[in-house]
């Protein structure tokens, strides 16, 4: 997603309202998605979407004013179904369950179009604004709220620096992504969780 920034804010898609325009808006997201499977966003038009969805250029920018907020929409559309963190059960498991969830979506060509956002996300102000808002920072609060959660049960120390915890969780996962230079499977995204998990009740014990 090189190139330079986008100038029209960004907006959530609009609720179609009737089944079958709620059918070709669905089918839309998935062509969107299908193209940053496998192209940079640079390469990628509205008009090559709304072609193969099979639906008009002037029925997408109906739902999406940008390119980018289409790319963006269809992104979320995916990872709401792909990793979902659960409210019930010990704080510490779900945590670890839903970064195992990270981990898997990692993999294959999900993990590609998350390198080719990150990467979008450097050279587009605009495009990173509304990542960070409507994809980083969600999340991250629901994350917060189970790690809060382990503290108070104890499980975490209360004096945990919360964004150091989390950032060293996912660090190792990013670096893998980008740098292809070893697979991210399950055992290496468990081992990561539970070595910073040590490392944290490490440092409770010493201080």
């Known amino acids: ?64 004013s940008t390119k980018e907020a289409l790319l ?37 060509d ?12 450097q050279d587009n102000a605009t495009l990173r604004k509304e990542f960070l808002e409507r994809v980083s920072s969600p999340r991250d609060k629901e994350i917060r709220v189970i790690v809060n959660e382990a503290i108070k049960r104890g499980d975490l120390p209360a004096e945990l620096k919360i964004s150091v915890f989390l950032d060293s969780i996912i660090g190792p996962l990013l670096a893998r992504l980008l740098f292809h230079h070893e697979r991210i499977d399950e055992s290496f995204v468990a081992d990561v969780f539970e070595l910073v998990l040590a490392g944290t009740r490490a440092q409770r014990v010493k201080a």
């Open 110 to 121: 999900n993990g590609i179009v998350v390198a080719r956002l990150l990467g979008a996300i």
């Open 1 to 64: 997603m090189s190139g330079p920034a986008v100038k029209t804010k960004l907006k959530p898609a609009r609720s179609a309202g009737r089944p079958r325009s709620e059918a070709s808006r669905t089918s839309t997201l998935e062509t969107a998605y299908r193209f940053l499977q496998r192209r940079p966003v640079s390469e990628i038009s509205t008009i090559h979407i709304a072609r193969s969805a099979g639906v008009s250029t002037a029925t997408v920018y109906r739902w999406w």
């Open 72 to 108: 963006l929409d269809a992104f979320l559309h995916t990872v709401d179904h792909e990793m979902v963190l659960k409210s019930v059960g010990p704080p510490l498991e779900r945590l670890k369950e839903y970064i195992l969830q990270v981990g898997r979506f990692f993999t294959g």
